[in-house]
């Protein structure tokens, strides 16, 4: 029962990975708004780039371990 629960929050496809990363930019570009917000000027503008950019990175290292884990199903699958 866990084991069918625990499916549930393991990316399994690229779709999945692009809508996480997807939802991932809507909260940085909203955490980013409130920064200008709060500090105006160009502090502001570089905390919302600095919260932008994070989800480049955390994007392209969800898609790079996606392409690690097919990989490594695929080896797993040929040396049984």
Known sequence: MFRKIGRLF???TRWEAFLIIYALAL???ARGVHYIEQYPG???YALFFACTGAVFLAGAKI???LKYEAA????ATLSE
């Open 10 to 12: 393991v990316i399994k």
């Open 27 to 29: 909260g940085a570009c």
């Open 42 to 44: 160009w502090g502001g």
């Open 63 to 65: 898609l790079d371990c």
């Open 72 to 75: 490594a199903r695929k080896n």
